[in-house]
Nanobody, 118 residues
Framework: QVQLVESGGGLVQAGGSLRLSCLAS????????MAWFRQAPGKEREFVAS????????SHADSVKGRFTISRDNAQNAVALQMNSLRPEDTAVYYC???????????WGQGTQVTVSS
């Protein structure tokens, strides 16, 4: 089992920045990939960004490219999401996820709210 705890959400004005963190604990040695997803009210959960644990390969959704950056801290078993130039449409609950195979996520955090005001 892997436990994921997110932090760093909050309220920010459009154009501002936030940094989300996700701390992983438990059986993290076998984790291959971690990612951020988000879900806005009335919408499906959508992929935001991912990073592989051994190689640090990243992937970002087109909607956040150039504004959001996913990174990892191996020593802390943590992954971060730096969000710049935030827009009202970025408002959502952001979830951290982890899995043992690329593109497959079986562990999820409880989510952290990000609200961007116009």
């Amino acid at each position: 089992q892997v436990q994921l705890v997110e932090s760093g959400g909050g309220l920010v004005q459009a154009g501002g920045s936030l940094r989300l963190s996700c701390l992983a604990s438990g059986r993290t040695l076998s984790v291959y990939t971690m990612a951020w997803f988000r879900q806005a009210p009335g919408k499906e959960r959508e992929f935001v960004a991912s990073i592989t644990w051994p190689g640090g390969l990243t992937s970002h959704a087109d909607s956040v490219k150039g504004r959001f950056t996913i990174s990892r801290d191996n020593a802390q078993n943590a992954v971060a999401l730096q969000m710049n130039s935030l827009r009202p449409e970025d408002t959502a609950v952001y979830y951290c996820a982890a899995g043992y195979r690329r593109g497959t996520y079986i562990y999820w955090g409880q989510g952290t709210q990000v609200t961007v005001s116009s």
